[in-house]
């Protein structure tokens, strides 16, 4: 999600009429809206990486404890992506309570157990926690991010090298061993170019970030030089997607929706934690079109560039419809 300004005396209010939710399997919804995203994006590359965020209990078809795995949910995904593992989960720069963690790391080790790579992002940013969170990531074999605030807006300046720094050639997650999760440069970058000049000087084997500098679209030519590390040694680079929510600075937004006189059938409710950013109704073929649909879907504007891969937020959205 990026981070987005809003006038203080400005109320958002979608619509006059209150829409209602359909019922439906919400959890088994999104685990096959990710799969019909990776059957798109594969058809095209066989080799464009899937990377859900969050909700990693899709991996078993219930959700639960020792039940049997969701095998084409496994065979969609290339990697899982899971924030707060160690620290963030109640507040940043604070331990994730253990029985999370340990409910988490069941569902990131079966995942693992059954070749899908894990990156792991917590929250914090006092020198202890972040070495004891890189310390337990690796001893979990995942690939880890120590991110010093949520809302990605810099490259964290710790008084330790990258984590696992090195001079080989990364071109697949497997062989990643650290990586940069940084979607919402606009912050600390005044433009795309100084923020493009300094990841090119960095040696993260994986760099995460957003599809857009502000309203500038990076060309082909700028991924195909942001994937050399520094010393060297090639590097993946992964785009930000959301999928679970629809964000009103995207080039999908329509003005028209911003007087709220009108909104398509999949728009439901501004996300109050995250001004600009609205729940959908992921289910619903329409918001699909937007995402993979058609030859002018977002999915395939990652494809046209030279993405590595694309990395799917909100997957947990199916958690926000069962609590209705």
């Known amino acids: 999600m990026k981070i987005v300004k809003i006038l203080p005396f400005i109320i958002l209010i979608l619509g006059c009429r209150k829409k209602e939710v359909q019922q439906v399997d919400y959890a088994n919804e999104m685990r096959n809206f990710v ?22 209990p899709l991996v078993t078809n219930s959700r639960e404890h020792d039940d049997d795995v969701a095998l084409a949910y496994l065979a969609a995904i290339d990697g899982q992506g899971q924030e707060d593992l160690y620290y963030g989960y109640t507040h940043d720069n604070k331990a994730t309570p253990n029985e999370v963690t340990e409910d988490m790391n069941y569902y990131l080790t079966l995942l693992e157990e059954n070749g899908v790579e894990v990156l792991a992002i917590d929250y ?34 710790y008084t330790v090298n990258v984590h696992n720094e090195n001079n080989e050639d990364v071109t697949n997650l497997s062989e990643a061993r650290n990586f940069l999760y940084l979607i919402n440069p606009t ?18 084997d994986l760099v995460l970030i957003d599809r857009d500098f502000n309203d500038e679209r990076y060309t082909p030519t700028e991924i195909e030089a942001l994937k050399w590390k520094a010393n060297g040694g090639r590097r993946l680079v ?60 977002y999915l395939f504007s990652l494809l046209n ?14 958690e926000y419809y069962e609590e209705l």
């Not at 799969?35 to 990693?56: H, L």
């Not at 912050?187 to 993260?204: G, H, M, P, Q, V």
């Open 35 to 56: 799969i019909e995203i990776s059957t798109a994006a594969k058809s095209i590359d066989p080799d464009f990486m899937i990377i859900p965020q969050n909700g990693a």
């Open 124 to 157: 914090c940013k006092d020198q202890e926690k972040v070495l004891n969170s890189y310390a337990k990531n690796e001893a979990n074999n995942y690939i880890s991010f120590a991110a010093n605030e949520r809302n990605l807006t810099n490259i964290p300046d």
């Open 187 to 204: 912050e600390e970058f005044a433009t795309k170019e100084t923020f493009l000049n300094t990841l090119s000087e960095t040696n993260y």
């Open 238 to 297: 992964i785009a930000y997607m959301s999928i679970g929510e629809a964000e009103d600075y995207r080039s999908y937004w329509k003005k028209e929706w911003e007087k709220f006189k009108t909104s398509p059938d999949w728009l439901y409710k501004e996300n109050k934690l995250w001004r600009g950013n609205y729940k959908v109704f992921y289910w619903m073929e329409s918001w699909k079109s937007i995402i993979y649909g058609n030859e002018d879907a």
């Open 305 to 318: 560039v030279g993405f590595d891969g694309a990395y799917l937020d909100i997957i947990d959205a199916y």
